[in-house]
């Protein structure tokens, strides 16, 4: 048997094809400059400033319809009770909750004059219990000078009534109060109170609060 020996020339064993040669010095050093410039162009764009452009804020992906600038009449058999206001309106489950931003709401007479209005940072009004609830800085004042906050607060439109289990400072011409929980007429006039309750009065003539309202405290008479 005759072995045949092939000698294989090294720089034929490692021969690429024509076009993709390797240079691993300069090329090296290219692709550093080549990273260099395209750091220092990221750092322009950075440093450039875009058109500030105005923004409505985020609209969450659930809500099914977004109104700006809402406007609503709450109504009992035919008499406006409130008129609700709010900058920006989510509507959710076919439009029976509806989420508010920066809420105002008016209060009418049966003769339809304004007596008192609440705002409040949040609120979320259900149409099916004709209920309006404000969260965060919620504040109610009367014509009369009665003023409540509280961080909570519930209108009924049904029974006509506010009401809270959070705590809350009252106060009108002549007196001070605070508390947690109450409920009231939207107008203040008649305050219940359920808990904690405690205040100063200025006593007037005769021996009576300065103040108009009236107060009672968890249902008993004061």
Same mark, same amino acid.
Not at 8 to 31: I, K, L, M, Q, W
Not at 80 to 85: D, E, P
Not at 150 to 157: A, T
């Given at each position: 048997?005759?072995?045949?020996?092939?000698?294989?020339?090294?720089?034929?064993?490692?021969?690429?094809?024509?076009?993709? !040669?390797?240079? *691993?010095?300069?090329? *090296?050093?290219?692709?550093?400059?080549?990273?260099? =410039?395209?750091?220092?162009?990221?750092?322009?764009?950075?440093?450039?400033?875009?058109?500030?452009?105005?923004?409505?804020?985020?609209?969450?992906?659930?809500?099914?319809?977004?109104?700006?600038?809402?406007?609503?009449?709450?109504?009992?058999?035919?008499?406006?009770?409130?008129?609700?206001?709010?900058?920006?309106?989510? $509507?959710?489950?076919?439009?029976?909750?509806?989420?508010?931003?920066? %809420?105002?709401?008016?209060?009418?007479?049966?003769?339809?004059?304004?007596?008192? =209005?609440?705002?409040?940072?949040?609120?979320?009004?259900? %149409?099916?219990?004709?209920?309006?609830?404000?969260?965060?800085?919620?504040?109610?004042?009367?014509?009369?000078? !009665?003023?409540?906050?509280?961080?909570?607060?519930?209108?009924?439109?049904?029974?006509?009534?506010?009401?809270?289990?959070?705590? $809350?400072? $009252?106060?009108?011409?002549?007196?001070?109060?605070?508390?947690?929980?109450?409920?009231?007429?939207?107008?203040?006039?008649?305050?219940?109170? $359920?808990?904690?309750?405690?205040?100063?009065? %200025?006593?007037?003539?005769?021996?009576?609060?300065?103040?108009?309202?009236?107060?009672?405290?968890?249902?008993?008479?004061?």
């Amino acid at each position: 048997m005759t072995l045949h020996s092939t000698a294989v020339d090294s720089a034929t064993a490692h021969a690429r094809p024509e076009g993709h !040669r390797t240079f *691993r010095g300069p090329r *090296r050093g290219r692709a550093c400059l080549l990273i260099a =410039v395209a750091a220092l162009a990221a750092a322009a764009c950075r440093d450039a400033k875009s058109p500030t452009l105005p923004a409505r804020g985020v609209i969450p992906d659930s809500a099914e319809q977004v109104m700006y600038g809402l406007r609503h009449a709450l109504t009992t058999g035919g008499v406006r009770r409130a008129q609700l206001h709010a900058d920006t309106a989510f $509507f959710y489950d076919e439009g029976n909750r509806i989420d508010l931003r920066t %809420v105002r709401t008016t209060f009418y007479t049966a003769a339809g004059d304004s007596d008192a =209005v609440m705002t409040g940072r949040r609120g979320v009004y259900d %149409v099916r219990q004709q209920r309006l609830e404000g969260r965060g800085n919620v504040e109610i004042k009367s014509v009369a000078g !009665r003023r409540l906050a509280s961080q909570h607060l519930i209108y009924d439109k049904i029974v006509n009534q506010v009401s809270s289990d959070s705590a $809350f400072t $009252f106060s009108e011409p002549g007196r001070t109060l605070s508390g947690v929980g109450f409920r009231s007429d939207p107008q203040l006039r008649n305050l219940q109170v $359920f808990s904690g309750a405690k205040g100063r009065a %200025v006593i007037g003539a005769g021996g009576a609060p300065a103040g108009a309202g009236s107060t009672r405290r968890g249902g008993g008479a004061r």
